[in-house]
């Protein structure tokens, strides 16, 4: 009857023991797998674990009570009320209870050998938070350090997003791999804990989610916005918020760069197909086309709507799903302008513009009997895009022969911009910055393993000679390589593997993997050629952009362009020792984003990028 209130008790109970399994990928993008786990190591139970009755769809609050041994501590969503140990000699037990005031739509509990620290924090408008960490008794020291930068990030989020709507946030360390933002708490891997994981894009991104997908929540029917924006918040816009703008052109040109990648045409989707990542193209498009979304909307509204529309949103919506639908709406609303046309075409629809320059035309003066000769009064430079054309707009430079740079912001729709320039101008750049998402053909980019990765055919070369110690890490690579997908979904890439005295350049096809030097892999030597003056490989040493590096503890991953072309790469892994070489090579595809890298004894020490001019949409001319 309406009015009353219905109480149904539950009694039950049961094992929970599904240990977590271990993802198989070149580069980690996915936690550990279970749906839930009670063991020794630790306890796990979340939505998929079923542990407490649910109707599916409903946004419930909770009131739990957590029983466990003594020298345990439990940590869930909202405040803890209350906690006493009840004796009991050898069987005494902890019992703790949790308030879960926010309507939440999934209950995750976890609990272990926690060491708890906490620290009160008073936000500008006097909300008081508490701000904890759970960590194990051997990483407790490193308390400090999460609670700081955990206070860092509040403080610069509730400034821009609004009030923080949990009554704490705890840092807790898990036992198997993860990085799970939760209502209230971030559940981080003990080997992420351990790595000081406090950077914008870690930390302060399961921060950011506390506003972005744990208040304001998301509804994977209808599409995952959560992701993109949450990546624009932290992984992006804190570097522009503290000031680092070369950082933050940086990472607009590694989210162009991977979606090109990792995004061939063929299998690219909307952003609003975007549900959850599983491999990398998934997150070249959920996370950071999306991101790369919210920042051209940003600049097409203005700062001033954008973040009325981010904290719009977030008090509009708190408690509540959220839709890209209703994104659109609000900031619509804010920016008083009709942005479905926006919507639509950069979330609703497949793909990116390619930008190309098509040709130049100069324009001469008439009539005019005061020039000696035939100088151009003004010259036109037609960039052009294919069907679909998108509306787009994008900065411009115009650098003058006297050193002056003209900058304007160029608005596209349709086939052909045309943009005059002063006779003068020495050099046009589009786009410098990336400050707009566009499609950049493989060939234009600078040569990176992850070319290699996600080519469509690839070889792996491995060393002809050398004991079992000094082959076994090159082994590792080629089985690893050999076994893992590229990022196409159709199909999985043909890798060939060949010993390096059976090498021939004639019948290997798309990219190349070498590994080894020159003493044990004759491959090098091709491979050197093919990189030209920048690289050199001996026996005891190695040179790269003029330098030469020497000493057991040297490792040299280098890329150069395939001299067939087409985006395809030839790479080189080499090691001056057995030792440095498997240092470096478990982490091997972590170092998949610049032309090379030079390790010494497992740290970089120099690194760098070939020319890869068509990154850098340009083109120079005489003026004159």
């Given at each position: 009857m309406s009015g009353e209130t219905l109480i149904l008790q539950w009694h039950y109970e049961g094992v929970i023991n599904e240990p977590p399994r271990e993802p198989r990928h070149l580069r980690f993008v996915t936690p550990s797998e279970t749906a839930g786990h009670i063991g020794s190591e630790g306890v796990y139970l979340s939505v998929e674990t079923h542990w407490y009755p649910d109707l599916p769809g409903s946004l419930a609050t909770f009131d739990v009570r957590v029983t466990l041994p003594e020298g345990w501590e439990a940590v869930t969503l909202g405040e803890k009320t209350s906690r006493r140990l009840v004796p009991g000699g050898p069987s005494a037990r902890v019992e703790s209870d949790w308030r879960v005031a926010a309507q939440t739509e999934a209950l995750t509990l976890v609990a272990n050998r926690f060491v708890i620290k906490t620290r009160d924090w008073t936000a500008a408008d006097g909300q008081r938070v508490q701000v904890q960490t759970y960590l194990f008794p051997e990483d407790a020291a490193l308390a400090d350090e999460y609670l700081e930068a955990s206070v860092r990030y509040l403080e610069a989020y509730t400034k821009l997003v609004g009030p923080y709507p949990f009554p704490k946030f705890a840092v807790v360390e898990n036992f198997f791999a993860s990085g799970l933002g939760m209502p209230s708490f971030t559940l981080l891997g003990s080997g992420v804990i351990k790595r000081h994981y406090v950077q914008p894009y870690a930390l302060g991104h399961e921060i950011v989610h506390s506003w972005i997908g744990n208040w304001v929540l998301n509804d994977l029917k209808t599409g995952n916005w959560v992701e993109g924006l949450t990546t624009y918040l932290a992984n992006y816009y804190y570097d522009e918020l503290t000031g680092k703008l070369d950082q933050a052109r940086e990472q607009r040109r590694l989210m162009l760069l991977g979606y090109a990648v990792h995004v061939w045409p063929r299998e690219d989707y909307p952003v609003a197909q975007f549900t959850r990542k599983t491999d990398q193209k998934d997150n070249a498009i959920g996370y950071q086309k999306a991101a790369m979304v919210f920042h051209m909307l940003r600049r097409w509204i203005g700062e001033e709507a954008f973040w009325k529309g981010i904290r719009r949103l977030v008090k509009d919506h708190g408690g509540a799903y959220a839709t890209w639908r209703d994104l659109e709406r609000v900031f619509s609303e804010e920016a008083r302008e009709d942005l479905r046309w926006f919507f639509a075409q950069w979330v609703e629809r497949p793909g990116a513009p390619a930008l190309k320059v098509r040709d130049i035309s100069f324009h001469f003066a008439s009539g005019r009997k005061d020039l000696p000769g035939p100088i151009p009064e003004s010259v036109t430079v037609h960039i052009v895009q294919r069907e679909p054309w998108y509306r787009l707009r994008f900065p411009i430079w115009i650098e003058l022969s006297d050193g002056a740079v003209e900058k304007r912001t160029v608005e596209a729709d349709g086939p052909e911009t045309p943009v005059t320039v002063p006779p003068h101008a020495w050099r046009v750049r589009i786009d410098p910055d990336y400050e707009a998402f566009r499609r950049m053909p493989r060939s234009d980019l600078p040569p990176i393993l992850n070319l290699l990765v996600t080519?469509?055919?690839?070889?792996?070369?491995?060393?002809?000679t050398g004991t079992e110690a000094e082959r076994a890490p090159y082994q590792d690579i080629a089985d690893r390589l050999a076994g893992t997908r590229a990022s196409q979904a159709s199909s999985a890439p043909a890798t060939e593997i060949l010993r390096g005295d059976?090498?021939?350049?004639?019948?290997?096809?798309?990219?190349?993997?070498?590994?080894?030097?020159?003493?044990?892999?004759?491959a090098t030597g091709w491979a050197e050629r093919a990189c030209g003056d920048r690289v050199r490989f001996e026996p005891d040493r190695f040179t790269v952009d003029g330098q030469t590096y020497e000493g057991a503890g040297m490792v040299l991953l280098v890329s150069c362009r395939h001299p067939t072309g087409g985006g395809r790469v030839v790479t080189v892994f080499y090691g001056l020792s057995p030792a440095a070489t498997a240092k470096v090579a478990r982490l091997l595809f972590f170092y998949g984003w610049q032309s090379y890298l030079v390790f010494r004894d497992g740290v970089v020490v120099a690194r760098g990028d070939f020319d890869a001019p068509g990154m850098s949409l340009e083109v120079r001319f005489d003026g004159r």
């Amino acid at each position: 009857m309406s009015g009353e209130t219905l109480i149904l008790q539950w009694h039950y109970e049961g094992v929970i023991n599904e240990p977590p399994r271990e993802p198989r990928h070149l580069r980690f993008v996915t936690p550990s797998e279970t749906a839930g786990h009670i063991g020794s190591e630790g306890v796990y139970l979340s939505v998929e674990t079923h542990w407490y009755p649910d109707l599916p769809g409903s946004l419930a609050t909770f009131d739990v009570r957590v029983t466990l041994p003594e020298g345990w501590e439990a940590v869930t969503l909202g405040e803890k009320t209350s906690r006493r140990l009840v004796p009991g000699g050898p069987s005494a037990r902890v019992e703790s209870d949790w308030r879960v005031a926010a309507q939440t739509e999934a209950l995750t509990l976890v609990a272990n050998r926690f060491v708890i620290k906490t620290r009160d924090w008073t936000a500008a408008d006097g909300q008081r938070v508490q701000v904890q960490t759970y960590l194990f008794p051997e990483d407790a020291a490193l308390a400090d350090e999460y609670l700081e930068a955990s206070v860092r990030y509040l403080e610069a989020y509730t400034k821009l997003v609004g009030p923080y709507p949990f009554p704490k946030f705890a840092v807790v360390e898990n036992f198997f791999a993860s990085g799970l933002g939760m209502p209230s708490f971030t559940l981080l891997g003990s080997g992420v804990i351990k790595r000081h994981y406090v950077q914008p894009y870690a930390l302060g991104h399961e921060i950011v989610h506390s506003w972005i997908g744990n208040w304001v929540l998301n509804d994977l029917k209808t599409g995952n916005w959560v992701e993109g924006l949450t990546t624009y918040l932290a992984n992006y816009y804190y570097d522009e918020l503290t000031g680092k703008l070369d950082q933050a052109r940086e990472q607009r040109r590694l989210m162009l760069l991977g979606y090109a990648v990792h995004v061939w045409p063929r299998e690219d989707y909307p952003v609003a197909q975007f549900t959850r990542k599983t491999d990398q193209k998934d997150n070249a498009i959920g996370y950071q086309k999306a991101a790369m979304v919210f920042h051209m909307l940003r600049r097409w509204i203005g700062e001033e709507a954008f973040w009325k529309g981010i904290r719009r949103l977030v008090k509009d919506h708190g408690g509540a799903y959220a839709t890209w639908r209703d994104l659109e709406r609000v900031f619509s609303e804010e920016a008083r302008e009709d942005l479905r046309w926006f919507f639509a075409q950069w979330v609703e629809r497949p793909g990116a513009p390619a930008l190309k320059v098509r040709d130049i035309s100069f324009h001469f003066a008439s009539g005019r009997k005061d020039l000696p000769g035939p100088i151009p009064e003004s010259v036109t430079v037609h960039i052009v895009q294919r069907e679909p054309w998108y509306r787009l707009r994008f900065p411009i430079w115009i650098e003058l022969s006297d050193g002056a740079v003209e900058k304007r912001t160029v608005e596209a729709d349709g086939p052909e911009t045309p943009v005059t320039v002063p006779p003068h101008a020495w050099r046009v750049r589009i786009d410098p910055d990336y400050e707009a998402f566009r499609r950049m053909p493989r060939s234009d980019l600078p040569p990176i393993l992850n070319l290699l990765v996600t080519d469509e055919q690839r070889t792996v070369v491995l060393p002809a000679t050398g004991t079992e110690a000094e082959r076994a890490p090159y082994q590792d690579i080629a089985d690893r390589l050999a076994g893992t997908r590229a990022s196409q979904a159709s199909s999985a890439p043909a890798t060939e593997i060949l010993r390096g005295d059976a090498f021939s350049a004639d019948r290997v096809g798309g990219s190349m993997l070498i590994l080894g030097g020159p003493a044990a892999n004759p491959a090098t030597g091709w491979a050197e050629r093919a990189c030209g003056d920048r690289v050199r490989f001996e026996p005891d040493r190695f040179t790269v952009d003029g330098q030469t590096y020497e000493g057991a503890g040297m490792v040299l991953l280098v890329s150069c362009r395939h001299p067939t072309g087409g985006g395809r790469v030839v790479t080189v892994f080499y090691g001056l020792s057995p030792a440095a070489t498997a240092k470096v090579a478990r982490l091997l595809f972590f170092y998949g984003w610049q032309s090379y890298l030079v390790f010494r004894d497992g740290v970089v020490v120099a690194r760098g990028d070939f020319d890869a001019p068509g990154m850098s949409l340009e083109v120079r001319f005489d003026g004159r």
